[in-house]
Protein backbone atom coordinates (compact mmCIF):
# COMPACT_ATOMS: atom_id res chain seq x y z
CA UNK A 1 0.00 0.00 0.00
CA UNK A 2 1.32 3.24 -0.98
CA UNK A 3 0.42 6.94 -0.69
CA UNK A 4 -2.33 8.33 -3.44
CA UNK A 5 -1.63 11.67 -5.22
CA UNK A 6 -5.09 13.46 -4.89
CA UNK A 7 -4.22 16.26 -3.95
CA UNK A 8 -4.21 19.39 -6.80
CA UNK A 9 -2.85 22.65 -6.81
CA UNK A 10 -6.31 24.18 -5.12
CA UNK A 11 -6.45 21.73 -2.35
CA UNK A 12 -2.70 22.80 -1.06
CA UNK A 13 -3.21 25.82 -1.45
CA UNK A 14 -6.54 25.21 1.16
CA UNK A 15 -4.10 22.99 3.19
CA UNK A 16 -1.62 26.24 3.98
CA UNK A 17 -4.21 28.76 3.96
CA UNK A 18 -6.85 26.70 5.96
CA UNK A 19 -4.10 25.23 8.36
CA UNK A 20 -2.56 28.93 9.23
CA UNK A 21 -5.90 30.54 9.95
CA UNK A 22 -7.67 29.65 13.13
CA UNK A 23 -8.80 31.96 16.04
CA UNK A 24 -5.07 33.52 16.80
CA UNK A 25 -6.17 36.49 14.00
CA UNK A 26 -9.49 37.49 16.13
CA UNK A 27 -7.18 37.23 19.67
CA UNK A 28 -3.88 38.51 19.60
CA UNK A 29 -4.18 42.45 18.37
CA UNK A 30 -4.64 42.74 21.77
CA UNK A 31 -1.89 41.73 22.95
CA UNK A 32 -0.27 43.29 20.10
CA UNK A 33 -1.63 46.66 20.65
CA UNK A 34 -0.46 46.42 24.50
CA UNK A 35 3.17 46.14 23.57
CA UNK A 36 3.11 48.75 20.95
CA UNK A 37 0.70 51.30 21.47
CA UNK A 38 0.48 52.98 17.82
CA UNK A 39 -1.82 51.36 14.91
CA UNK A 40 1.23 52.54 12.61
CA UNK A 41 3.15 49.94 14.95
CA UNK A 42 0.53 47.38 14.87
CA UNK A 43 -0.04 46.99 11.20
CA UNK A 44 3.76 47.29 10.79
CA UNK A 45 4.43 43.87 12.97
CA UNK A 46 1.30 42.37 10.73
CA UNK A 47 3.46 43.14 7.65
CA UNK A 48 7.06 41.84 8.83
CA UNK A 49 5.38 39.30 9.79
CA UNK A 50 3.67 38.90 6.45
CA UNK A 51 7.24 39.17 4.53
CA UNK A 52 9.11 36.70 6.94
CA UNK A 53 6.57 34.12 6.17
CA UNK A 54 6.32 34.62 2.39
CA UNK A 55 10.69 34.54 2.28
CA UNK A 56 10.50 31.24 4.13
CA UNK A 57 7.57 29.75 2.19
CA UNK A 58 9.84 30.95 -0.76
CA UNK A 59 12.77 29.19 0.63
CA UNK A 60 10.95 25.95 1.28
CA UNK A 61 9.99 25.56 -2.35
CA UNK A 62 13.74 24.39 -3.07
CA UNK A 63 13.39 21.66 -0.30
CA UNK A 64 9.90 20.41 -1.26
CA UNK A 65 10.93 19.99 -4.86
CA UNK A 66 13.63 18.10 -3.79
CA UNK A 67 12.10 16.15 -1.55
CA UNK A 68 8.57 15.34 -2.53
CA UNK A 69 7.89 12.76 -0.01
CA UNK A 70 5.85 12.06 3.33
CA UNK A 71 7.53 14.16 6.28
CA UNK A 72 8.55 17.21 4.81
CA UNK A 73 10.14 19.54 7.29
CA UNK A 74 11.53 16.68 9.03
CA UNK A 75 13.16 14.84 6.28
CA UNK A 76 14.61 18.32 5.07
CA UNK A 77 16.07 18.31 8.60
CA UNK A 78 17.14 14.54 8.12
CA UNK A 79 18.56 15.96 5.19
CA UNK A 80 20.56 18.36 5.83
CA UNK A 81 22.00 17.87 9.76
CA UNK A 82 21.44 14.23 9.99
CA UNK A 83 18.88 12.35 11.76
CA UNK A 84 19.14 13.46 15.21
CA UNK A 85 18.16 17.24 13.94
CA UNK A 86 15.30 15.39 12.20
CA UNK A 87 14.12 13.92 15.61
CA UNK A 88 14.53 16.77 17.88
CA UNK A 89 11.77 18.52 15.47
CA UNK A 90 9.74 15.51 15.10
CA UNK A 91 10.55 14.91 18.70
CA UNK A 92 9.20 18.64 19.16
CA UNK A 93 6.09 18.55 16.43
CA UNK A 94 4.71 15.48 18.12
CA UNK A 95 4.95 16.30 22.10
CA UNK A 96 3.94 20.21 21.52
CA UNK A 97 4.04 21.99 18.01
CA UNK A 98 0.95 20.05 16.18
CA UNK A 99 -0.39 18.33 18.84
CA UNK A 100 -0.38 21.29 20.91
CA UNK A 101 -1.94 23.42 18.41
CA UNK A 102 -4.91 20.56 17.54
CA UNK A 103 -5.79 21.19 21.31
CA UNK A 104 -5.64 24.52 21.26
CA UNK A 105 -7.91 25.09 18.29
CA UNK A 106 -10.18 22.27 19.41
CA UNK A 107 -10.28 24.04 23.14
CA UNK A 108 -11.40 27.54 20.66
CA UNK A 109 -14.21 25.57 18.92
CA UNK A 110 -15.52 23.82 21.90
CA UNK A 111 -15.33 27.70 24.08
CA UNK A 112 -17.37 29.25 20.93
CA UNK A 113 -19.69 26.43 20.59
CA UNK A 114 -21.03 27.11 23.89
CA UNK A 115 -22.84 30.44 22.55
CA UNK A 116 -25.15 28.26 20.74
CA UNK A 117 -25.08 25.28 23.12
CA UNK A 118 -24.48 26.14 26.53
CA UNK A 119 -22.62 23.71 28.81
CA UNK A 120 -20.40 24.27 32.00
CA UNK A 121 -16.78 24.68 31.45
CA UNK A 122 -15.94 21.34 32.66
CA UNK A 123 -18.15 20.02 29.44
CA UNK A 124 -15.56 22.20 27.64
CA UNK A 125 -12.48 19.95 27.18
CA UNK A 126 -14.71 17.05 26.03
CA UNK A 127 -16.52 18.90 23.37
CA UNK A 128 -12.84 19.57 21.80
CA UNK A 129 -11.86 16.08 22.15
CA UNK A 130 -14.97 14.97 19.91
CA UNK A 131 -13.94 17.38 17.67
CA UNK A 132 -10.78 15.94 17.41
CA UNK A 133 -11.85 12.02 17.09
CA UNK A 134 -14.66 13.30 14.64
CA UNK A 135 -11.83 14.61 12.48
CA UNK A 136 -9.66 12.14 12.64
CA UNK A 137 -11.80 9.55 11.90
CA UNK A 138 -12.80 11.60 9.00
CA UNK A 139 -9.42 11.61 7.74
CA UNK A 140 -8.93 7.74 8.30
CA UNK A 141 -11.38 7.36 5.55
CA UNK A 142 -8.83 9.14 3.13
CA UNK A 143 -7.59 12.03 1.90
CA UNK A 144 -10.50 12.52 -0.79
CA UNK A 145 -13.27 12.96 2.26
CA UNK A 146 -10.05 14.83 4.24
CA UNK A 147 -9.74 17.43 1.02
CA UNK A 148 -13.18 18.04 0.96
CA UNK A 149 -13.59 18.73 4.01
CA UNK A 150 -10.39 21.26 4.04
CA UNK A 151 -11.86 23.26 0.89
CA UNK A 152 -15.34 23.66 2.32
CA UNK A 153 -14.79 24.92 5.69
CA UNK A 154 -11.29 27.13 4.27
CA UNK A 155 -13.27 28.37 1.09
CA UNK A 156 -16.36 29.50 3.47
CA UNK A 157 -14.04 31.52 6.18
CA UNK A 158 -11.86 33.12 3.56
CA UNK A 159 -15.11 34.23 1.76
CA UNK A 160 -17.10 35.09 5.38
CA UNK A 161 -13.41 36.83 6.65
CA UNK A 162 -13.17 38.92 3.44
CA UNK A 163 -17.23 39.95 4.02
CA UNK A 164 -17.16 40.31 7.72
CA UNK A 165 -13.95 42.84 7.20
CA UNK A 166 -15.16 45.06 3.77
CA UNK A 167 -18.41 45.57 6.06
CA UNK A 168 -16.23 46.41 9.34
CA UNK A 169 -14.50 48.93 6.79
CA UNK A 170 -17.64 50.30 5.64
CA UNK A 171 -18.97 50.67 8.94
CA UNK A 172 -16.14 52.37 10.59
CA UNK A 173 -15.37 54.34 7.83
CA UNK A 174 -15.44 58.34 9.62
CA UNK A 175 -16.18 57.01 12.46
CA UNK A 176 -15.25 58.58 16.13
CA UNK A 177 -12.68 55.48 16.38
CA UNK A 178 -11.64 55.45 13.17
CA UNK A 179 -10.42 59.28 12.90
CA UNK A 180 -8.84 59.05 16.52
CA UNK A 181 -6.70 56.19 15.07
CA UNK A 182 -6.05 58.33 12.35
CA UNK A 183 -5.09 61.07 14.14
CA UNK A 184 -2.83 59.24 16.16
CA UNK A 185 -1.21 56.59 13.43
CA UNK A 186 2.11 57.32 14.75
CA UNK A 187 2.00 58.03 18.09
CA UNK A 188 -1.31 56.24 19.51
CA UNK A 189 -1.69 58.93 21.49
CA UNK A 190 -3.21 59.50 25.41
CA UNK A 191 -4.34 56.84 27.47
CA UNK A 192 -4.90 55.69 31.04
CA UNK A 193 -2.04 53.06 30.45
CA UNK A 194 1.49 53.10 28.30
CA UNK A 195 2.93 50.88 26.07
CA UNK A 196 4.65 47.54 27.60
CA UNK A 197 7.62 48.43 25.46
CA UNK A 198 9.59 51.67 24.74
CA UNK A 199 8.63 52.28 21.23
CA UNK A 200 11.39 55.37 20.53
CA UNK A 201 14.19 55.17 18.01
CA UNK A 202 16.05 51.95 17.86
CA UNK A 203 13.75 50.22 20.35
CA UNK A 204 11.30 49.84 17.98
CA UNK A 205 12.52 47.04 16.49
CA UNK A 206 13.11 45.50 20.00
CA UNK A 207 9.38 46.32 20.89
CA UNK A 208 7.95 44.98 17.18
CA UNK A 209 10.12 41.92 17.40
CA UNK A 210 8.25 41.06 21.15
CA UNK A 211 5.30 41.91 19.62
CA UNK A 212 5.58 39.86 16.99
CA UNK A 213 5.14 35.85 18.97
CA UNK A 214 1.28 36.94 18.56
CA UNK A 215 1.25 37.30 14.77
CA UNK A 216 3.82 34.92 14.06
CA UNK A 217 1.60 32.19 16.01
CA UNK A 218 -0.99 33.21 13.59
CA UNK A 219 0.60 32.73 10.81
CA UNK A 220 2.94 30.04 11.44
CA UNK A 221 1.50 26.28 10.61
CA UNK A 222 1.75 27.35 6.61
CA UNK A 223 4.74 24.65 6.25
CA UNK A 224 2.39 21.54 6.88
CA UNK A 225 1.14 20.70 3.35
CA UNK A 226 5.33 19.80 3.25
CA UNK A 227 4.27 16.73 5.53
CA UNK A 228 1.56 15.67 2.64
CA UNK A 229 4.26 16.20 -0.59
CA UNK A 230 3.49 12.14 -1.28
CA UNK A 231 -0.36 12.94 -1.80
CA UNK A 232 0.30 15.68 -3.60
CA UNK A 233 0.10 15.98 -7.26
CA UNK A 234 3.28 16.88 -9.28
CA UNK A 235 4.63 18.22 -6.07
CA UNK A 236 7.85 19.57 -7.43
CA UNK A 237 6.18 22.60 -8.47
CA UNK A 238 2.48 22.50 -6.96
CA UNK A 239 4.29 23.07 -3.42
CA UNK A 240 5.87 26.01 -3.57
CA UNK A 241 3.30 27.79 -5.72
CA UNK A 242 0.81 26.40 -3.06
CA UNK A 243 2.81 27.66 0.28
CA UNK A 244 3.33 31.16 -1.63
CA UNK A 245 -0.02 31.11 -2.80
CA UNK A 246 -1.76 30.17 0.48
CA UNK A 247 1.05 32.41 2.36
CA UNK A 248 0.79 35.55 0.28
CA UNK A 249 -3.83 35.22 0.73
CA UNK A 250 -3.56 34.79 4.27
CA UNK A 251 -1.14 38.16 4.94
CA UNK A 252 -3.51 39.88 2.98
CA UNK A 253 -6.93 38.45 5.08
CA UNK A 254 -5.31 39.49 8.28
CA UNK A 255 -4.05 42.85 6.99
CA UNK A 256 -7.80 43.06 6.07
CA UNK A 257 -8.45 42.05 9.59
CA UNK A 258 -6.66 44.72 11.56
CA UNK A 259 -7.83 47.53 9.44
CA UNK A 260 -11.21 46.65 9.61
CA UNK A 261 -10.66 46.35 13.62
CA UNK A 262 -9.00 50.00 13.45
CA UNK A 263 -11.83 51.30 11.75
CA UNK A 264 -14.30 50.39 14.14
CA UNK A 265 -12.31 50.64 17.74
CA UNK A 266 -9.69 52.85 18.92
CA UNK A 267 -6.67 51.03 19.44
CA UNK A 268 -5.80 52.64 22.65
CA UNK A 269 -8.69 51.89 25.05
CA UNK A 270 -9.50 51.56 29.30
CA UNK A 271 -8.99 48.39 30.92
CA UNK A 272 -12.26 49.79 33.23
CA UNK A 273 -13.78 50.56 30.17
CA UNK A 274 -17.37 49.92 30.83
CA UNK A 275 -18.54 49.41 27.08
CA UNK A 276 -17.00 48.11 23.62
CA UNK A 277 -15.61 50.82 22.42
CA UNK A 278 -14.29 52.62 25.52
CA UNK A 279 -11.71 49.20 26.28
CA UNK A 280 -10.54 49.08 22.72
CA UNK A 281 -8.53 46.91 20.42
CA UNK A 282 -5.80 46.84 23.41
CA UNK A 283 -8.17 45.98 26.41
CA UNK A 284 -11.26 44.03 24.63
CA UNK A 285 -12.82 41.60 27.44
CA UNK A 286 -10.62 38.56 27.07
CA UNK A 287 -8.32 40.10 24.12
CA UNK A 288 -11.53 38.87 22.23
CA UNK A 289 -10.97 41.99 19.56
CA UNK A 290 -12.87 40.09 16.87
CA UNK A 291 -15.76 39.62 18.99
CA UNK A 292 -15.61 43.21 20.29
CA UNK A 293 -15.22 44.33 16.65
CA UNK A 294 -18.83 42.37 15.69
CA UNK A 295 -20.42 43.89 18.51
CA UNK A 296 -19.84 47.11 17.16
CA UNK A 297 -20.72 46.15 13.85
CA UNK A 298 -24.01 44.48 14.74
CA UNK A 299 -24.86 44.75 18.12
CA UNK A 300 -25.94 42.27 20.17
CA UNK A 301 -25.73 39.63 17.50
CA UNK A 302 -22.51 40.24 16.40
CA UNK A 303 -21.71 37.66 19.22
CA UNK A 304 -23.44 34.83 17.71
CA UNK A 305 -21.98 35.82 13.73
CA UNK A 306 -18.53 36.16 15.17
CA UNK A 307 -18.76 32.84 17.08
CA UNK A 308 -20.34 30.87 13.93
CA UNK A 309 -17.14 32.24 12.07
CA UNK A 310 -14.57 31.46 14.68
CA UNK A 311 -16.26 27.71 15.02
CA UNK A 312 -16.12 27.21 11.30
CA UNK A 313 -12.53 28.70 11.30
CA UNK A 314 -10.80 26.69 13.82
CA UNK A 315 -12.70 23.34 12.52
CA UNK A 316 -11.23 23.71 9.43
CA UNK A 317 -7.94 24.83 10.66
CA UNK A 318 -7.77 21.21 12.96
CA UNK A 319 -9.05 19.38 9.64
CA UNK A 320 -5.38 20.74 8.23
CA UNK A 321 -3.35 20.24 10.74
CA UNK A 322 -4.71 16.70 11.69
CA UNK A 323 -4.41 15.69 8.27
CA UNK A 324 -0.82 16.85 7.51
CA UNK A 325 0.50 16.22 11.00
CA UNK A 326 0.21 12.25 11.09
CA UNK A 327 2.05 12.10 8.00
CA UNK A 328 5.27 13.60 10.00
CA UNK A 329 5.12 10.87 12.17
CA UNK A 330 4.79 8.30 9.78
CA UNK A 331 8.33 9.31 7.93
CA UNK A 332 9.52 9.31 11.12
CA UNK A 333 7.97 5.48 12.27
CA UNK A 334 9.81 4.71 8.20
CA UNK A 335 13.17 5.65 9.76
CA UNK A 336 12.74 4.02 13.34
CA UNK A 337 12.27 6.85 15.10
CA UNK A 338 8.59 6.55 16.19
CA UNK A 339 6.00 3.61 16.82
CA UNK A 340 6.22 1.06 14.39
CA UNK A 341 2.74 1.27 13.77
CA UNK A 342 2.94 4.26 12.34
CA UNK A 343 4.67 3.97 9.62
CA UNK A 344 2.04 1.59 8.08
CA UNK A 345 -1.06 2.60 5.63
CA UNK A 346 -4.62 1.54 5.64
CA UNK A 347 -6.72 0.52 2.73
CA UNK A 348 -7.71 3.96 1.76
CA UNK A 349 -3.32 4.75 1.44
CA UNK A 350 -3.20 6.93 4.54
CA UNK A 351 -1.40 6.25 8.40
CA UNK A 352 -3.98 5.69 10.13
CA UNK A 353 -2.54 4.62 13.43
CA UNK A 354 -0.27 7.79 13.32
CA UNK A 355 -3.58 9.82 13.00
CA UNK A 356 -5.27 7.87 16.29
CA UNK A 357 -1.63 8.22 18.21
CA UNK A 358 -1.94 11.70 17.25
CA UNK A 359 -5.26 12.52 18.40
CA UNK A 360 -4.86 10.54 21.41
CA UNK A 361 -2.09 12.96 22.97
CA UNK A 362 -3.63 16.29 21.70
CA UNK A 363 -6.60 15.12 23.45
CA UNK A 364 -4.43 14.18 26.74
CA UNK A 365 -3.21 18.16 26.34
CA UNK A 366 -6.81 18.87 26.19
CA UNK A 367 -7.78 17.12 29.65
CA UNK A 368 -4.32 18.31 30.87
CA UNK A 369 -5.26 22.22 30.27
CA UNK A 370 -1.43 22.90 29.44
CA UNK A 371 -1.39 23.10 25.86
CA UNK A 372 -1.90 27.08 26.07
CA UNK A 373 1.35 27.12 27.79
CA UNK A 374 3.06 24.61 26.08
CA UNK A 375 2.49 26.81 23.00
CA UNK A 376 3.62 29.95 24.44
CA UNK A 377 7.24 28.13 24.92
CA UNK A 378 7.33 26.46 21.55
CA UNK A 379 7.34 29.62 19.52
CA UNK A 380 10.83 29.96 20.54
CA UNK A 381 11.81 26.33 19.25
CA UNK A 382 9.21 26.85 16.18
CA UNK A 383 11.30 29.85 14.98
CA UNK A 384 15.10 28.25 16.03
CA UNK A 385 13.82 24.98 13.22
CA UNK A 386 12.64 27.52 10.64
CA UNK A 387 16.39 29.06 10.67
CA UNK A 388 17.94 25.30 10.97
CA UNK A 389 15.45 24.27 7.76
CA UNK A 390 16.42 27.53 5.83
CA UNK A 391 20.33 27.36 6.82
CA UNK A 392 19.64 23.44 4.94
CA UNK A 393 19.28 25.12 1.54
CA UNK A 394 23.03 26.44 2.03
CA UNK A 395 23.97 23.10 3.33
CA UNK A 396 22.24 21.12 0.85
CA UNK A 397 23.51 23.62 -2.28
CA UNK A 398 27.18 22.59 -0.71
CA UNK A 399 26.68 18.79 -0.02
CA UNK A 400 24.18 18.04 -2.92
CA UNK A 401 25.51 20.97 -5.26
CA UNK A 402 24.92 18.09 -8.56
CA UNK A 403 21.31 17.06 -7.62
CA UNK A 404 18.23 18.40 -9.90
CA UNK A 405 16.57 20.97 -8.17
CA UNK A 406 12.85 21.78 -10.27
CA UNK A 407 12.65 25.26 -8.10
CA UNK A 408 15.36 27.51 -6.76
CA UNK A 409 14.84 29.48 -3.24
CA UNK A 410 13.63 32.60 -4.88
CA UNK A 411 16.23 35.50 -4.37
CA UNK A 412 19.02 32.87 -3.19
CA UNK A 413 21.25 33.59 -0.99
CA UNK A 414 19.86 37.40 -0.08
CA UNK A 415 16.05 36.59 0.46
CA UNK A 416 17.02 33.04 2.57
CA UNK A 417 20.10 34.77 4.78
CA UNK A 418 17.37 37.46 5.14
CA UNK A 419 15.21 35.44 6.57
CA UNK A 420 17.70 33.40 8.51
CA UNK A 421 18.96 36.84 9.93
CA UNK A 422 15.78 38.22 10.69
CA UNK A 423 14.01 35.35 12.31
CA UNK A 424 17.68 34.95 14.82
CA UNK A 425 17.22 38.72 15.85
CA UNK A 426 13.52 37.96 16.76
CA UNK A 427 14.98 35.03 19.01
CA UNK A 428 17.67 37.02 20.30
CA UNK A 429 15.05 39.55 21.64
CA UNK A 430 12.48 36.65 22.75
CA UNK A 431 15.84 35.27 24.66
CA UNK A 432 16.55 38.68 26.85
CA UNK A 433 12.99 39.97 26.63
CA UNK A 434 10.82 36.72 27.22
CA UNK A 435 12.88 34.31 28.79
CA UNK A 436 10.01 32.42 30.15
CA UNK A 437 8.69 31.87 26.58
CA UNK A 438 12.34 31.21 25.58
CA UNK A 439 13.98 28.59 27.86
CA UNK A 440 11.03 26.28 28.84
CA UNK A 441 10.80 25.66 24.71
CA UNK A 442 14.34 25.09 24.31
CA UNK A 443 14.02 22.55 27.65
CA UNK A 444 11.33 20.75 25.60
CA UNK A 445 13.57 20.37 22.72
CA UNK A 446 16.76 19.22 24.54
CA UNK A 447 14.61 16.73 26.49
CA UNK A 448 14.49 14.61 22.67
CA UNK A 449 18.30 14.49 22.82
CA UNK A 450 18.16 11.56 25.42
CA UNK A 451 14.63 10.08 24.16
CA UNK A 452 16.87 9.80 20.87
CA UNK A 453 19.53 7.61 21.63
CA UNK A 454 16.92 5.75 24.13
CA UNK A 455 14.82 5.05 21.16
CA UNK A 456 17.80 4.47 18.99
CA UNK A 457 19.46 1.86 21.18
CA UNK A 458 16.16 -0.10 21.57
CA UNK A 459 15.47 -0.09 17.98
CA UNK A 460 19.00 -1.15 17.20
Known amino acids: ????????????????????????????????????????????????TGMLTLIAAASYGELAGLFP???????????????????????????VIQTGTIAAVAMAFAKYTAVFVPYSEAVTPFVAILSIVVLTEINVRGVRIGKLVQNTFTTTKIVSVIALALIGIAVGWGSEAFQLNVATFTTGGESAWTPSMDVHGLSVLLAVAVAMVGSLFSSDAWNNITFAAAEVKNPERTIPRALLGGVALVTLLYLLCNVAYLSVLPLRGDPEGLSTIARG?????????????????????????????IMVSTFGCNNGLILSGSRAYYAMAVDGLFFKSAAKLNDAGVPSTSLRIQAVWASLLCLSGSYSNLLDYVIFAVLVFYILTIAGIFRLRSTQPLRERPIRAAGYPVLPAMYIAGAAFICVVLLIYKPGYTWPGLGIVALGWPVYYVWTRRSS
Do not use: K, N
Open 1 to 48: MSFRRSLGPFDATMIVAGSMIGSGVFIVSADIARTLGSPLLVLVAWIV
Open 69 to 95: QAGGQYVYLRESFGRLAGFLYGWTLFT
Open 281 to 309: ISHATSDRVGAAAADVMFGDIGLYIMSAL
